[in-house]
């Protein structure tokens, strides 16, 4: 089973960038970054396809890219432009095809980081 340790949140102003990373013990088909505010479900913001395609929501579109170096076992997301909306706790997710519900679905992932809070200020 996957281990994933999140890191490089933190607070900003609007129009500022960070880069969260996704440090993780076993490579997975699916790799995700989601979101969650209180109360709220978790959002999929960025994920990367069993053949290395990359998908969106459409609210990070233009602003936000998904990668990840199999040889650092590490994950990335790196955020630009942020906006006070896109204040969340970020999690990391792998998951395998034979739980695919699509690709920003949080239930096609069964491994989840422990969370890096984002905080947007105006």
């Known amino acids: 089973q996957a281990q994933l340790v999140e890191s490089g949140g933190g607070s900003v102003q609007a129009g500022g960038s960070l880069r969260l990373s996704c440090l993780y013990t076993?490579?997975?088909?699916?790799m995700a970054w989601f979101r969650q505010t209180p109360g709220e479900g978790r959002e999929g913001v960025a994920a990367?396809?069993?053949?290395?395609?990359?998908v969106y929501a459409d609210s990070v579109k233009g602003r936000f890219t998904i990668s990840r170096d199999d040889t650092a076992n590490t994950l990335y997301l790196q955020m630009n432009n942020l906006k006070p909306e896109d204040t969340a706790m970020y999690y990391c997710a792998a998951g395998d095809p034979e739980h695919y519900m699509g690709y920003l679905k949080s239930s096609t992932y069964r491994n989840w980081g422990q969370g890096t809070q984002v905080t947007v200020s105006s």
């Open positions: 076993t490579g997975r088909w699916y």
């Open positions: 990367f396809t069993g053949r290395g395609v990359t």
